[in-house]
């Protein structure tokens, strides 16, 4: 009993709210600064990336992206080999004439 009536004004105040929420984020007033901000912290974002891969490459180590094409290369590879032992099974097992 004391739940339900619990649960009833809660399900009120969270639709006045959601309501309420729901027109504040979508004006012009939040989301404009709110653009700016993420703009903003994206390029920070860019530029502290770029700084560290150049700083690691200063020091001779591989970068990210060094890595990740390092990564692709080997998984090529790999590939290519599965494929070869495939052929390679296939052909053995294959009746001779």
């Known amino acids: 009993m ?3 009536t619990w649960k009833k004004g809660f399900d009120a105040w969270e639709a006045s ?3 309420y929420a729901e ?3 979508r004006s ?3 989301l404009w600064p709110a653009g700016k901000m993420l703009t903003a912290t994206m390029k920070t974002r ?4 770029d700084a560290a891969a150049k700083w690691w490459a200063s020091m001779g180590l591989s970068t990210r992206r060094d890595q990740e094409r390092t990564l692709h290369a080997l998984n090529q590879l790999q590939s290519r080999i ?3 032992e495939e052929r390679l099974e296939d052909a053995t ?3 001779k004439n």
Not at 46 to 49: G, R
């Open 82 to 84: 599965l494929d070869l």
């Open 46 to 49: 860019a530029a502290v990336d």
């Open 93 to 95: 097992r294959a009746p």
């Open 28 to 30: 012009s007033a939040v």
């Open 17 to 19: 709210t959601a309501k």
């Open 2 to 4: 004391i739940w339900k």
């Open 23 to 25: 027109e504040v984020l």
